[in-house]
């Protein structure tokens, strides 16, 4: 049997020559402000052992997800990281954080995780470009809307964003998705939910401050926010990709989706190269 075995290795290797493909780690990294080990997924392309240093996207999860779930769902994902040649990082969000420092719930500091803790450890730990004009923000449902939440308020880290069935504005959904145990109830904390949802964050962009790109599927539950973020966007002259097409809330939408986003990434990271 291991005769058996190594031959069929060294087949592979005949016929195919010394392929290569995108490694894909599970590393513990440490939240100081929440106190505890937080893992993610680290996604690095087949050259990065012979690279020199990597642009990085950092893609986030949905509501009732985890940092396994893009690896898991998307089996061509190691050939788009391969393909552009990036460091993908899929952090835990936890079930419910809306990836914001939820001031109902003080062990949910999710915003500050990702902005400020995790982006240093990424960066000390692999081959990394370390500025924003090098990372990029991008995620599904709640990690859509976690995504745009976190680029439009650290513009500092980030320089291109993107969104897949984002929740783009919580406000019509108070009952939903943990929601409220992050922020209070909308009846009781009107305020912090308008200061908590992408759609009101508009003003914190102008026009080019970062690169943006929207995508939601026409029978999703979000599209009318979807729809609506693009008008406001429009309205304020604020660039943007928006893309929709038929598709649910679903992995077969998401998995469809990723390859625009990466490949809006790669085009970001490629023009910030040529400036």
């Known amino acids: 049997m291991i005769v058996f075995r190594t031959l069929l290795i060294l087949s ?14 599970t590393v513990d990294t440490y939240s100081p402000s929440m106190k505890k080990t937080i893992k993610a997924v680290v996604m690095t392309p087949d050259s990065y052992t012979t690279g020199s240093e990597f642009p990085v996207v950092y893609l986030l999860h949905g509501y009732g997800g985890n940092y396994s779930d893009w ?10 990281v391969d393909r552009h040649q990036v460091i993908i990082v899929c952090p835990d969000g936890n079930v419910g954080s809306w990836y914001f420092d939820s001031p109902a719930d003080p062990s949910f500091k999710y915003e500050t995780y990702v902005a400020s803790e995790l982006v240093p450890w990424v960066d000390s730990h692999y081959k990394t470009i370390k500025n924003r004009q090098a990372r990029a923000i991008t995620g599904l449902s709640m990690g859509g809307h976690g995504a745009l939440y976190l680029a439009f308020r650290h513009q500092d880290v980030f320089g291109a964003t993107g ?26 904390f009107p305020d912090r939910w308008e200061q908590n949802t992408v759609i009101n964050l508009l003003h914190l962009l102008t026009p080019n401050s970062l690169s943006l790109i929207v995508d939601c599927g026409t029978e999703d539950f979000f599209f009318r926010v979807n729809n ?14 928006y893309i929709t097409r038929p598709g649910g809330h679903n992995w077969n939408y998401w998995t469809n989706a990723i390859t625009y986003q990466l490949l809006f990434m790669r085009q970001y990271f490629d023009k910030q190269k040529r400036e």
């Open 71 to 80: 690896a898991k769902k998307v089996s061509n994902l190691g050939q788009s």
């Open 163 to 188: 969104s897949m069935s984002g929740g783009v504005d919580i406000r019509p959904f108070p009952n939903n998705w943990d929601m409220a145990k992050r922020l209070g109830s909308y009846a009781q």
């Open 228 to 241: 609506n973020l693009h008008d406001k966007l429009l309205e304020r002259n604020i660039p943007h990709d």
């Open 12 to 25: 592979f290797f005949v016929i195919f020559g010394h392929a290569q493909a995108a490694k894909i780690d």
